[in-house]
């Protein structure tokens, strides 16, 4: 199927924020993005005129909404296994197909083919009781980290333990939640790699980036990630289109990385758009979203080089006290002080921690550009600057650039 241009017809699973940033990169190459959303106020919903209501657990649901789709990608991926067959074997363009997706769904199914093809990985192991966490800590010692094997993100799902805990253990597998046993990485800090590649097998890399976190979350992406070796950036990028070519991943496939003084160790997979690529919408002559439907879609990918030499993405998170400024109070503020500054809301109710938004800011020097970042999602976040700046300082209408210049 095709739009009235003959433009194709791209179905996402799912109506979050990666939905809608794709929607909008679908607006610019004339093609029409349909989403599966649970409910009609998802972020991609509101925007996107071509929704189907269902969920991904409902395989009539799922194939009514792959009718008529030139590809099927997603924008989460929890979709059931089954499901994902069905599709195919009705001959609908899956893309990554089941076969891939697995190793992002599975986290005990992605550390045993990464170890298989001789790709660092922390030492890990299944987790079937209490005891097996226990025979784990006397080979590899305290802290053990145990991970939920499905599902579980932004520290969800995740939990360090400095001493056997049975109770918490057996409650989790009580609940049905499978489980897996790592061993705590002595790391220097996050990296991530993202790549895409296309059906015809054509890849292209984006620089590697520094993600800076809190409690487990993604507070900041660093472009491109400072003091990494130019021999160090380049592995992590081979590493990420051998691992994309290996598992045959189509469209995008983000690989977050440890730093260790010993090299590189893979964390976890994503074969989707990715929060540490949100800055390629302003700081990449190609989006991750753009890049994303060139690949499901197997056209020529799109060239991934910065447009500026510093890029720092904030994401926005939900406060602890939602403020009681309107968000469109703050926008005026924000724009006041810093017009430089590129603001994607994603359309969520504001709630503690929730990824709500995120802020971009292009220059040349590292520490001005993440300066301005963090205060503008900081400010959205709780309409408090924490430099104790306000309106009122008379730079309301001339907001300093990083050489200190102002902007009439």
Not at 161 to 171: C, F, G, Y
Not at 243 to 269: C, H, P, Q, R
Not at 339 to 352: F, T
Request: a negative charge; hydrophobic letters at 45%; glycine letters at 8%.
């Amino acid at each position: 199927m095709s739009t009235p241009s003959g433009a194709p017809v791209v179905g996402m699973v799912g109506a979050g924020q990666l939905a809608r940033m794709t929607h909008q990169a679908a607006i610019a190459l004339g093609q029409s993005l349909r989403v599966l959303a649970v409910r009609p106020d998802e972020p991609a919903a509101q925007v996107t005129p071509d929704v189907v209501l269902g969920s991904v657990d409902d395989l009539d649901a799922l194939r009514a909404f792959a009718r008529g789709c030139d590809a099927v990608t997603f924008d989460h991926e929890q979709v059931p296994q089954a499901a994902l067959r069905a599709l195919v074997e009705a001959g609908v363009a899956v893309r990554p197909g089941p076969d891939a997706l697995l190793h992002a769904q599975d986290k005990l199914v992605m550390r045993r083919r990464l170890a298989d093809l001789g790709i660092p990985v922390p030492p890990f192991a299944e987790v079937t009781s209490a005891a097996d966490v226990k025979a784990f800590a006397a080979e590899h010692g305290w802290p053990v980290v145990l991970k939920a094997v499905r599902g579980g993100y932004d520290g969800r799902g995740v939990w360090m333990l400095d001493a056997p805990d049975p109770v918490l253990i057996e409650e989790l597998l009580a609940a049905g939640t499978p489980l897996m046993a790592e061993q705590a990485v002595a790391m220097r800090r996050e990296l991530a790699a993202q790549v895409a590649r296309s059906p015809y097998g054509q890849a292209a890399a984006w620089p590697v980036v520094e993600t800076v976190q809190e409690d487990g979350q993604c507070v900041q992406v660093l472009v491109p990630a400072p003091g990494l070796s130019e021999e160090t950036a380049l592995a992590a990028q081979r590493l990420a289109l051998r691992v994309a070519a290996e598992l045959d991943v189509t469209g995008l496939l983000a690989v977050e990385l440890f730093e260790t003084d010993a090299g590189l160790i893979v964390n976890e997979l994503a074969m989707r758009p990715h929060n540490s690529g949100h800055w390629t919408i302003e700081g990449a002559r190609t989006s991750q979203f753009e890049q994303h439907l060139r690949a499901v879609l197997d056209y020529p990918l799109g060239v991934t080089t910065p447009t500026a030499p510093v890029v720092v993405m904030a994401n926005v998170l939900g406060a602890a006290v939602p403020p009681e400024m309107s968000v469109d109070e703050r926008l005026h503020h924000l724009f006041a002080r810093f017009p430089d500054a590129k603001v994607h809301l994603y359309g969520k109710a504001e709630r503690p921690a929730r990824k709500v938004g995120h802020v971009t800011v292009l220059g040349t020097e590292l520490a001005p550009v993440r300066e301005r970042a963090a205060l503008a999602a900081e400010w959205l976040s709780t309409a408090v600057w924490s430099d104790g700046w306000s309106p009122h300082d008379g730079a309301a209408t001339a907001a300093p650039t990083e050489r200190g210049e102002r902007d009439v």
